[in-house]
């Protein structure tokens, strides 16, 4: 089993941009698909960015799609979350996540998710 630890959340201002990695340790993190996951204040985890083990699809919130991006370095056994044109609504705790079996279908669900990161948190201010 990997473990996942987030780093690079900060406080950024609207408009700005800020890049939250997440490196696993462990078993080789290539054979895991990745998610990040967010909690804002009040509000239930929801789904941000999903990444396929071998990189090859992507699929994001409706809320996020095209000022977000999600990456990976297997080299490296990171994934990344690049996030520009932030908004104070993107405000939250955002938690990277691993399963090592998933389908398109269900790539949405925390619960589908074996393995969580402690999360990292990321503030927008207007």
């Known amino acids: 089993q990997v473990q996942l630890v987030e780093s690079g959340g900060g406080l950024v201002q609207a408009g700005g941009s800020l890049r939250v990695s997440c490196a696993a340790s462990?078993?080789?993190?290539?054979?895991?698909?990745a998610g990040w996951f967010r909690q804002g204040p009040g509000k239930e985890r929801e789904f941000v960015a999903y990444?396929?083990?071998?990189?090859?699809?992507?699929y994001y919130a409706d809320s996020v799609k095209g000022r977000f991006t999600i990456s990976r370095d297997n080299a490296e056994n990171t994934v990344y979350l690049q996030m520009n044109s932030l908004k104070p609504e993107d405000t939250a705790v955002y938690y990277c996540?691993?399963?090592?079996?998933?389908?398109?279908?269900?790539?949405?669900?925390?619960?589908?998710?074996?393995?969580w990161g402690q999360g990292t948190q990321v503030t927008v201010s207007s």
């Open positions: 996540a691993a399963t090592s079996s998933i389908s398109i279908a269900t790539m949405k669900f925390a619960s589908r998710y074996d393995v």
């Open positions: 990444l396929s083990r071998g990189g090859g699809s992507t």
């Open positions: 462990g078993r080789t993190f290539s054979s895991y698909h």
